[in-house]
C-alpha cells in the first residue's frame, strides 16, 4: 500500500488516477441531483425522445426537435441500464468526468506540466456546475466528443479516429462545425493533406449512417427537415442587444477569469508556435458556435469551456512554482466558478414540481393527459403518451419557435382538445406576455373554463380534470 503514495511507481496507476479523481469529483458534486426531475426544459425532451426510441419510433417520427440524434443515442444507452430520471444524471456525471480527464491529456501534452494539467481537469468539473452545466445539455456531449479529436491529434493517434470523434460531436450537435474546422487545420499542419482526408472521411460517417437508417425506414425528408433544414429556420431569428449585453454580464460573473486569461494569452500568442496557440483558435471555433444561434442560453456557453480550461492551465503553467504568486492565481480562477456552482446547486433544492404533480396523476390514475406549458418530463414520469409531436411547450405557445418547427400553434392546440384529455397541466403563473402566443393562451382559457375542473394548485402548476359529463364511458 504504500507504494501507491508513489504513481511514478506504477505507472498504471499514475495513467488511471486523473479519470478516478474526476469521476468521482463529478459524482460527488451532482449527488445532490441524481434523481431532480427537471434542470432544464431540453433534456426533458431528450429523455422522451430516447423513449420513444427504445419503444421502436424513429427520433421526430412522434415527438418534434431539430437536434442531430446523437443525444438522443447517448440517453437511449443509459436509459437501458438505470431507471428513471437517473440516467440522465449518471450520463452527465460521466460525461463531465470525461471531458476533464480528456482536457487534463492535453493540458499536459501542451505544458509538459502535471501540475497545470491537474489545474485544467479541476476547473472544468468545477466551471460544469454552472451555465446549466448540471442539466443533461447536449454542449457538454458535444464537448467531449471535440475534446476526445483534439487529444487524437496532439496524441499521434489515428487521423481516422479523431475524424470518428469529430463525425460523434457533430451528431450530436451541429454547432461544433467551426471547432472541427480548427482540429482539422490542426491535424493539417502536424501531418499534412492526407491525413486531413482520413479524418473527413471517418467524420462523414455517423450522419451518412443516419440518412441511410433513416432511407431504409422512409422517413429521410422528415430527418432532413426536422434535423438539417429547421436549424437554418432557427438561425434566422432576428439577434436581440439586451440578451447579449446579459449573457455577457452573466459570464463575467461566472467564469470572467477564465476569460480573462484567454485574453491576456492572446495577446501574446505571436511568442509561441501555433501548436501552443492551438487552444486559441479552438476557443474561437468554440465561440463562432455558441453564438451561432443568435440565443445566447447559458448552456450555449458550455461549449467554450475545454478550450478555456486548456487556456487557464497554460497560463497557470507559464508562472514560476514558489512564492505565492502561483497559489493566487489558481484562487483567482476557481473564486467566482466556485461561487456560480454553489449558486447552481443551491438553486435545485426545494419541492421537485414534476415529481409531485406526476404524483397527483397516478394516484387519480389519469388514463390521458396533456402538459400545456409545464414541464414534459411529467409524461415520463406517469407514463402517459404525449398527444402531440410538440411536447416542448414553447414549440406552441411561444413567439419565434412556432416558425421553426412549421406549425399552425392555434389549429394544433384545437387538435389536441378535440381528442379530450382526461387531464391538463399548465403553468401557474403563466408566462410573461413578451414570450407567449396570446392566441394559444386565449383558445386553452376558453377550453378550460368550458369543459375542464381545477382540482389541484401548486406553486408554478395547475391540473385541471375533464369534467365528467365530456369523458368518454
Same mark, same amino acid.
Given at each position: 500500500?504504500?507504494?501507491?503514495?508513489?504513481?511514478?511507481?506504477?505507472?498504471?496507476?499514475?495513467?488511471?488516477?486523473?479519470?478516478?479523481?474526476?469521476?468521482?469529483?463529478?459524482?460527488?458534486?451532482? @449527488?445532490?441531483?441524481?434523481?431532480?426531475?427537471?434542470?432544464?426544459?431540453?433534456?426533458?425532451?431528450?429523455?422522451?425522445?430516447?423513449?420513444?426510441?427504445?419503444?421502436?419510433?424513429?427520433?421526430?417520427?412522434?415527438?418534434?426537435?431539430?437536434?442531430? $440524434?446523437?443525444?438522443? !443515442?447517448?440517453?437511449?444507452?443509459?436509459?437501458?441500464?438505470?431507471?428513471?430520471?437517473? !440516467?440522465?444524471?449518471?450520463?452527465?456525471?460521466?460525461?463531465?468526468?470525461?471531458?476533464?480527464?480528456?482536457?487534463?491529456?492535453?493540458?499536459?501534452?501542451?505544458?509538459?506540466?502535471?501540475?497545470?494539467?491537474?489545474? !485544467?481537469?479541476?476547473?472544468?468539473?468545477?466551471? +460544469?456546475? +454552472?451555465?446549466?452545466?448540471?442539466?443533461?445539455?447536449?454542449?457538454?456531449?458535444?464537448?467531449?466528443?471535440?475534446?476526445?479529436?483534439? @487529444?487524437?491529434?496532439?496524441?499521434?493517434?489515428?487521423?481516422?479516429?479523431?475524424?470518428?470523434?469529430?463525425?460523434?460531436?457533430?451528431?450530436?450537435?451541429?454547432?461544433?462545425?467551426?471547432?472541427?474546422?480548427?482540429?482539422?487545420? =490542426?491535424? #493539417?499542419?502536424?501531418?499534412?493533406?492526407?491525413?486531413?482526408?482520413?479524418?473527413?472521411?471517418?467524420?462523414?460517417?455517423?450522419?451518412?449512417?443516419?440518412?441511410?437508417?433513416?432511407?431504409? &425506414?422512409?422517413?429521410?425528408?422528415?430527418?432532413?427537415?426536422?434535423?438539417?433544414?429547421?436549424?437554418?429556420?432557427?438561425?434566422?431569428? %432576428?439577434?436581440?442587444?439586451?440578451?447579449?449585453?446579459?449573457?455577457?454580464?452573466?459570464?463575467? #460573473?461566472?467564469?470572467?477569469?477564465?476569460? $480573462?486569461?484567454?485574453?491576456?494569452?492572446?495577446?501574446?500568442?505571436?511568442?509561441?508556435?501555433?501548436?501552443?496557440?492551438?487552444?486559441?483558435? #479552438?476557443? @474561437?471555433?468554440?465561440?463562432?458556435?455558441?453564438?451561432?444561434?443568435? +440565443?445566447?442560453?447559458?448552456?450555449?456557453?458550455?461549449?467554450?469551456?475545454?478550450?478555456?480550461?486548456?487556456?487557464?492551465?497554460?497560463? #497557470?503553467?507559464?508562472?514560476?512554482?514558489?512564492?505565492?504568486?502561483?497559489?493566487?492565481?489558481?484562487?483567482?480562477? &476557481?473564486?467566482? /466558478?466556485?461561487?456560480?456552482?454553489?449558486?447552481?446547486?443551491?438553486?435545485?433544492?426545494?419541492?421537485?414540481?414534476?415529481?409531485?404533480?406526476?404524483?397527483?396523476?397516478?394516484?387519480a390514475r389519469a388514463q390521458s393527459l396533456y402538459v400545456f406549458d409545464s414541464q414534459p418530463i411529467i409524461? &415520463?414520469?406517469?407514463?402517459?403518451?404525449? /398527444?402531440?409531436?410538440?411536447?416542448?411547450? +414553447?414549440?406552441?405557445?411561444? =413567439?419565434?419557435?412556432?416558425?421553426?418547427?412549421?406549425?399552425?400553434?392555434?389549429?394544433?392546440?384545437?387538435? *389536441?382538445?378535440?381528442?379530450? %384529455?382526461?387531464? *391538463?397541466?399548465?403553468?401557474?403563473?403563466?408566462?410573461? /406576455?413578451?414570450?407567449?402566443?396570446?392566441?394559444?393562451?386565449?383558445? @386553452?382559457?376558453?377550453?378550460?373554463?368550458?369543459?375542464?375542473?381545477?382540482?389541484?394548485?401548486?406553486?408554478?402548476? &395547475?391540473?385541471?380534470?375533464?369534467?365528467?359529463?365530456?369523458?368518454?364511458?
Amino acid at each position: 500500500m504504500p507504494g501507491l503514495l508513489h504513481p511514478g511507481k506504477h505507472p498504471h496507476v499514475k495513467r488511471a488516477l486523473p479519470a478516478l479523481v474526476f469521476l468521482a469529483a463529478a459524482l460527488a458534486t451532482r @449527488l445532490p441531483i441524481l434523481h431532480r426531475a427537471v434542470l432544464d426544459w431540453d433534456e426533458s425532451l431528450y429523455f422522451l425522445m430516447a423513449q420513444q426510441w427504445r419503444a421502436g419510433h424513429l427520433p421526430y417520427t412522434t415527438i418534434w426537435d431539430n437536434k442531430p $440524434i446523437g443525444i438522443y !443515442a447517448i440517453f437511449a444507452v443509459f436509459q437501458a441500464i438505470i431507471p428513471g430520471v437517473a !440516467a440522465m444524471r449518471v450520463a452527465t456525471a460521466l460525461c463531465v468526468a470525461l471531458l476533464a480527464a480528456t482536457v487534463f491529456r492535453i493540458t499536459e501534452l501542451l505544458t509538459r506540466d502535471r501540475a497545470a494539467a491537474w489545474a !485544467a481537469g479541476l476547473l472544468l468539473v468545477l466551471c +460544469s456546475l +454552472s451555465n446549466d452545466g448540471l442539466s443533461a445539455n447536449t454542449e457538454l456531449f458535444m464537448a467531449a466528443f471535440t475534446a476526445l479529436a483534439v @487529444l487524437a491529434v496532439l496524441a499521434r493517434a489515428p487521423a481516422p479516429l479523431a475524424g470518428l470523434a469529430l463525425g460523434c460531436a457533430f451528431m450530436v450537435k451541429y454547432v461544433m462545425a467551426p471547432e472541427a474546422l480548427a482540429v482539422l487545420l =490542426l491535424l #493539417w499542419q502536424q501531418r499534412g493533406a492526407r491525413a486531413v482526408l482520413g479524418a473527413m472521411a471517418a467524420a462523414a460517417l455517423p450522419v451518412l449512417a443516419t440518412a441511410a437508417l433513416y432511407g431504409a &425506414a422512409g422517413h429521410l425528408a422528415l430527418w432532413w427537415d426536422c434535423s438539417v433544414l429547421s436549424n437554418f429556420r432557427r438561425a434566422g431569428v %432576428p439577434l436581440r442587444g439586451n440578451v447579449v449585453a446579459a449573457a455577457l454580464s452573466l459570464q463575467a #460573473w461566472r467564469w470572467g477569469p477564465l476569460y $480573462i486569461t484567454a485574453l491576456v494569452l492572446a495577446t501574446t500568442a505571436r511568442r509561441r508556435g501555433f501548436v501552443t496557440n492551438f487552444p486559441l483558435l #479552438w476557443l @474561437l471555433g468554440a465561440v463562432l458556435g455558441a453564438v451561432s444561434a443568435k +440565443s445566447f442560453y447559458d448552456h450555449y456557453f458550455l461549449e467554450l469551456l475545454p478550450p478555456l480550461c486548456v487556456l487557464a492551465g497554460y497560463g #497557470w503553467s507559464r508562472i514560476h512554482p514558489g512564492g505565492g504568486v502561483r497559489d493566487a492565481f489558481l484562487g483567482f480562477l &476557481a473564486l467566482l /466558478p466556485l461561487h456560480a456552482g454553489w449558486v447552481a446547486l443551491r438553486n435545485t433544492t426545494g419541492p421537485d414540481l414534476p415529481v409531485e404533480v406526476a404524483a397527483a396523476l397516478r394516484t387519480a390514475r389519469a388514463q390521458s393527459l396533456y402538459v400545456f406549458d409545464s414541464q414534459p418530463i411529467i409524461y &415520463a414520469l406517469t407514463g402517459l403518451t404525449p /398527444p402531440t409531436r410538440f411536447v416542448l411547450p +414553447s414549440e406552441l405557445t411561444g =413567439l419565434t419557435l412556432p416558425q421553426v418547427v412549421g406549425v399552425d400553434p392555434v389549429a394544433e392546440l384545437a387538435r *389536441i382538445l378535440s381528442q379530450a %384529455p382526461q387531464y *391538463i397541466v399548465r403553468r401557474e403563473p403563466p408566462p410573461g /406576455p413578451a414570450i407567449r402566443n396570446p392566441a394559444v393562451y386565449a383558445a @386553452l382559457d376558453a377550453a378550460l373554463s368550458a369543459h375542464y375542473m381545477l382540482v389541484q394548485r401548486w406553486p408554478g402548476a &395547475a391540473l385541471y380534470r375533464l369534467n365528467a359529463e365530456k369523458e368518454t364511458p
